[in-house]
């Protein structure tokens, strides 16, 4: 009966050990990767000065909606910066910018204007506008996910348009 007991203690247990193990690994991750949100800044204003910008150069801006508490935002900015091949393709078509998300700078204006997909898929979303400010899509990040972090070869078919 004390084996019994403590064979069923242990199975009860292993997945709260786990669930414990794997937030540790998130937040270890989250601390190491960089942090591209300003929780202070005004997003709005910030889309009407790189909307200006991508005039210039003839871009459209990429806007990742999300925030430095949100690993799978964090994970998607350090692919597409450090991945050679997906940071070209990023920086000719787009000027990409970080629009916060969080308790602290809910960024109202921005997502009265533009919308916040988030809300309804889940962070990070993104909103692709043209270089006059037009919205031209919007997309969740979920069917470019693999395991823990994403498929790269979809995420290179997202910034270069081909992703649906």
Excluded at 14 to 38: C, D, H, M, S
Excluded at 71 to 96: A, M, P, Q, S
Excluded at 129 to 147: F, I, P, Q, V
């Amino acid at each position: 009966m004390k084996q019994l007991f403590l064979i069923a203690l242990l199975c009860i247990g292993q997945p709260f050990i786990w669930g414990q193990t794997q937030a540790e690994e998130v937040a270890k991750e989250k601390a190491a990767l960089p942090k591209p949100y300003n929780t202070e800044e005004d997003g709005l204003a910030k889309i009407e000065e790189l909307l200006v910008e991508c005039q210039k150069q003839n871009k459209k801006l990429l806007i990742q909606i999300g925030g430095n508490w949100c690993v799978w935002c964090l994970r998607f900015n350090h692919l597409v910066t450090t991945d050679k091949e997906l940071k070209k393709i990023l920086d000719k078509k787009y000027i990409y910018y970080h629009l916060n998300y969080s308790p602290e700078n809910k960024n109202e204006k921005a997502f009265a204007k533009y919308g916040n997909p988030g809300e309804k898929y889940g962070y990070p979303a993104f909103l692709i506008l043209d270089k006059h400010g037009n919205l031209l899509a919007t997309r969740k990040t979920e069917d470019m996910e693999e395991s823990k972090g994403y498929d790269r070869i979809k995420v290179k078919k997202f910034l270069q348009g081909r992703l649906n």
